[in-house]
């Protein structure tokens, strides 16, 4: 496995609940743009009592719509497209042969990132280009915030290289207008069974 792919898989890692206390991570961190603010994530994350990250996990992605790790949100907020593009992305997993986790949605940010390292640049890195204006919110949410997991976010963006103008301007769009709003919710779309990694059987 690359660097780069290490680099993805280790945020993904870092960016689930802390279950238990801190996850067995590398001695190092691989070289690259991420190692900075990875290596300053991790000196905290270390230091942490089990207790302490469960609480400042559940505080920051649980409780704070605005640093929410499911990433169709901030595109498509809760309508009926998010159910759509919530299948879409489970459909691209397992065209790659790989399916998600029972327990989780296919947008949660820890899952995307796994499948970025399985897939490497191009394919695997995919989703997370095209929800990097909702990566660019959460990384905001969490510096205002003054949480460490913003450092985590600082690699990510990292790794995907400078916004383009046009990522800017939907940056601010975004910021100011907030994600779409239709009270809808998903059940419309499709049931739970379709949006997580479990098989549909008739």
Not at 8 to 34: E, I, S
Not at 137 to 146: E, S, V
Request: hydrophobic content about 40%; charged content about 20%.
């Amino acid at each position: 496995m690359t660097g780069r792919a290490e680099t993805f898989r280790l945020l993904g890692l870092l960016l689930q609940y802390p279950d238990g206390g801190p996850p067995v991570v590398p001695a190092t961190v691989p070289d690259g743009p991420a190692r900075e603010p990875l290596t300053r994530f991790l000196a905290w994350y270390g230091a942490q009592s089990p207790f302490d990250l469960a609480q400042h996990y559940v505080e920051t992605f649980d409780l704070r719509r605005r640093t929410s790790l499911y990433l169709t949100y901030y595109l498509h907020g809760d309508t009926r497209r998010r159910g759509m593009a919530m299948l879409m992305l489970k459909q691209r997993y397992r065209a790659a042969g790989l399916t998600p986790p029972e327990d989780e949605l296919p947008d949660y940010l820890p899952v995307v990132c796994e499948f970025a390292a399985l897939l490497g640049p191009g394919a695997g890195e995919a989703p997370l280009r095209q929800h990097r204006t909702g990566l660019e919110l959460i990384r905001a949410g969490l510096h205002d915030a003054g949480s460490p997991y913003a450092a985590l976010l600082d690699a990510l963006t990292a790794l995907l290289g400078e916004l383009t103008p046009e990522d800017q301007a939907a940056v601010r769009e975004l910021a100011a207008s907030g994600p779409p709003d239709e009270e809808v919710g998903l059940a419309p779309f499709a049931p739970p069974e379709y949006l997580t990694g479990r098989e549909v059987r008739a």
